[in-house]
């Protein structure tokens, strides 16, 4: 099977994340060559439709040559410079500036990182300093959910509330509380409409501040549409309720937008689809097409004021990285914003909105499938053994597997999170390309249920 020299010495030296190794020893990886618009090709030449955008963050494609020109016109005039103790580049500047125009009003401030989860370890940090400052140290607990990804890192993979990413690692590090995921066909009761649902979770979670005691609660943390817990669109009124309790009782709330940020749902940012106003957001991915390592941290004037009033007193903010406002990333980030805005790729998510979750839905017949969801250019189908009982496989992740593995060979790049197909494709997608990718789903759904028997 392994014919191929890069794949035998990649066997031989990396420890992939997020992979079953030993299997990887016996099937070797694919090894990506080159790309071209929504499409990659592996080392062998075959081409596939690149249906995740890499890891839900390639919005202009694979082959964009001006990201390429920016990354090298800064690179010549200067590589790299970092932004600690007051010195700062132009790139950076601008960045920060467009960020701000960018998201909503209240947000008037940004602190760089190059990952989402270094964003998401910052807001820990920013608030717990804050808090600090403000002579409440006791307010540093956090509030998430079960099935929220915030991250990987000892404080990121706190707040994420995937098991497999505690498991063995002694996480949660940090104080926080994981509430029940706003997945209404997982969650919601026997019995229980969306209403109901949606009115359960916002009494649980007054309960949580009740029983917590509000004064030892800094911020509660969520991504607008849930996305590595598998592509979760929250019940109606849900993130309305959320943001009266947090400012009833004087909680911060952190909108991470590393995945719905810049027009994943339709709308620039996922709060904005959602109808909340948070006081931090973290973007990422999309914010340079992950041409470039970047993350960002935009918060308000108000967390601002706190830091920056106590940086004489209690010491400066003493958290930053070598690459916080790394010229090279912010000018490919403000290159890629040009050509969103230019293109008008937010709108090709309304306008491709409709056509893409109605072919997902087009699958919920499928005697595997149990639920086909989505919002905007994002998506899943989630594979039961049981469509009536909505009973998930005995061995979990076997199906997701093994369609991803067929869905290789009809050229089609998707995400198996457990048995939950995730989708989604680049912005500059077009009509027949999504026709095409449903077109190769729905081959990849034909063969699977035979795999699974076999
Ligand atoms: N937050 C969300 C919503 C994410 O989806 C991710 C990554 O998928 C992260 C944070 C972490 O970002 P990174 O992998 O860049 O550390």
Not at 295 to 309: K, L, P, Q, T
Request: proline share 5%; charged share 20%; aromatic share 8%.
């Amino acid at each position: 099977l392994i014919s191929n020299s890069l794949a035998v010495v990649d066997i031989a030296t990396t420890l992939h994340p997020n992979t079953n190794l030993r299997q990887h020893e016996r099937t070797g990886p694919l090894v990506i060559d080159r790309g071209d618009g929504i499409r990659v090709y592996d080392d062998r030449g075959k081409e596939y439709i690149e249906g995740l955008a890499g890891l839900w963050s390639v919005a202009v494609g694979f082959s964009e040559k001006r990201l390429a020109d920016a990354a090298y016109k800064q690179m010549l005039k200067l590589p790299y410079y970092h932004t600690f103790s007051s010195k700062a580049n132009e790139p950076s500047i601008r960045l920060a500036e467009k960020l701000i125009e960018m998201t909503p009003s209240n947000l008037t401030r940004v602190f760089y990182t190059s990952s989402g989860s270094e964003a998401n370890d910052t807001i820990v940090k920013m608030v717990w300093y804050m808090n600090n400052a403000l002579g409440r140290p006791q307010k540093k607990k956090f509030l998430a959910r079960t099935k929220g990804y915030h991250g990987i890192t000892i404080a990121s993979g706190s707040l994420t509330g995937l098991p497999g990413n505690h498991r063995d690692f002694d996480l949660p590090a940090i104080p926080v509380r994981h509430l029940t995921c706003p997945h209404f066909y997982r969650f919601g009761m026997e019995g229980e409409d969306e209403a109901a649902f949606t009115a359960r979770l916002l009494a649980e979670l007054e309960a949580v501040i009740a029983e917590e005691d509000a004064d030892t609660i800094a911020a509660f943390i969520g991504e607008p549409l849930m996305s590595a817990g598998g592509v979760l669109p929250p019940p109606a009124g849900y993130w309305e309720g959320v943001e009266r309790i947090c400012r009833a009782n004087d909680i911060l709330l952190v909108s991470d937008e590393v995945i719905c940020g810049f027009g994943r749902l339709g709308t620039p940012f996922g709060c904005q689809k959602y109808g909340f106003t948070p006081d931090i957001m973290t973007l990422s991915k999309q914010i340079t097409s992950s041409y470039m390592p970047l993350a960002a941290v935009v918060f308000s004037e108000a967390i601002y004021d706190a830091i920056a009033d106590n940086s004489e007193k209690i010491g400066n903010f003493g958290h930053g990285f070598t690459a916080s406002g790394h010229p090279v990333a912010t000018a490919v980030a403000l290159e890629n914003l040009a050509i969103i805005e230019e293109n008008d790729l937010m709108g090709n998510a309304v306008r491709l909105e409709a056509q893409f979750q109605a072919g997902l839905k087009s699958f919920a017949d499928h005697p595997l499938v149990g639920e086909a969801r989505g919002a905007g250019l994002i998506g899943a189908l989630e594979l039961v053994s049981d469509k009536n009982t909505r009973k998930p496989f005995e061995k979990i992740g076997r199906a997701g597997a093994l369609a991803s593995g067929i869905g290789h060979d009809e050229g089609l790049i998707f995400r198996a999170i457990g048995d939950q197909l995730a989708l989604c494709p680049p912005l500059i997608v077009t009509s027949s390309d999504i026709s095409e990718i449903i077109t190769r789903l729905g081959r990849t759904l034909d063969r699977l249920p035979a795999a699974i028997a076999a």
